[in-house]
């Protein structure tokens, strides 16, 4: 059984950056694909950044490309979101998931196999 905590959500200004970490139990942690989601009010929970244990491969949705860092830290069981350069329509609630297979493709909700509470990100202009 796997918990995931995120962590590092608030009120930031456009423009400006913020650390997201999620916490994960389990002996079997560097061994998932771990995926960062977001939900805006009203839309559709999306995937934004993906990191896997081979490589490690890294993806990225087209909207944070060359914003968001997605890395991972096995040894201390905790992914991080780095996000600069925010802007106010990646306000939303992050989600922390992992899948205990290597995704091959853009992650949906259907693959996760294990998801944190989510953490609340605000971005005012």
């Known amino acids: 059984q796997v918990q995931l905590v995120e962590s590092g959500g608030g009120l930031v200004q456009a423009g400006g950056s913020l650390r997201l970490s999620c916490a994960a139990s389990?002996?079997?942690?560097?061994?998932?694909?771990m995926v960062w989601f977001r939900q805006a009010p009203g839309k559709e929970r999306e995937s934004v950044a993906t990191?896997?244990?081979?490589?490690?491969?890294?993806a990225y949705a087209d909207s944070v490309k060359g914003r968001f860092t997605i890395s991972r830290d096995n040894a201390k069981n905790t992914v991080f979101l780095q996000m600069n350069s925010l802007k106010p329509e990646d306000t939303a609630v992050y989600y922390c998931?992992?899948?205990?297979?290597?995704?091959?493709?853009?992650?949906?909700?259907?693959?996760?196999?294990?998801w944190g509470k989510g953490t609340l990100v605000t971005v005012s202009s």
């Open positions: 389990g002996r079997t942690f560097n061994t998932f694909t």
């Open positions: 998931a992992a899948s205990t297979t290597y995704l091959r493709t853009t992650p949906t909700i259907g693959m996760m196999d294990y």
């Open positions: 990191i896997n244990w081979s490589g490690p491969t890294r």
